[in-house]
């Protein structure tokens, strides 16, 4: 099982971004599907995270301007983020709970992505 973050980039203030995460490999169900990001010098935080029955929760920090959604079909979660400010600049990490069968399910994390905001 891997996955694939994806969709950072540099935007200047004000602008949008959509990140993307993809899991592949033998899937028997996603569950928990959360977007962490960690600024320079500082510790991973919690941004968004989503549930296998839709249930959403933004942190207070980006709350009104970020939106997590997914799409099963496809085994993608998105990030959709707008009104970028410079202290959203951080590498984005998605993480899900996953189980390759029903009795076999563990925590996953995805690479990372760059997203940058410039004032």
């Known amino acids: 099982v891997q996955l694939q973050a994806s969709g950072g980039g540099l935007v200047q203030a004000g602008g949008s971004l959509r990140l993307s995460c993809v899991a592949s490999?033998?899937?028997?169900?996603?569950?928990?599907v959360g977007w962490h990001r960690q600024a320079p010098g500082k510790q991973r935080e919690l941004v968004a995270i989503?549930?296998?029955?839709?249930?959403?929760n933004i942190a207070d920090s980006v709350k009104g301007r970020f939106t997590i959604s997914r799409d099963n079909a496809k085994k993608t979660v998105y990030l959709q983020m707008n009104s970028l400010k410079p202290e959203d600049t951080a590498v984005y990490y998605c993480?899900?709970?996953?189980?390759?069968?029903?009795?076999?399910?563990?925590?996953?994390w995805g690479q990372g992505t760059q997203v940058t905001v410039s004032s």
């Open positions: 490999g033998s899937i028997h169900s996603i569950n928990i």
């Open positions: 993480n899900a709970y996953i189980c390759e069968s029903p009795l076999r399910c563990q925590f996953y």
């Open positions: 989503t549930t296998s029955s839709g249930t959403t």
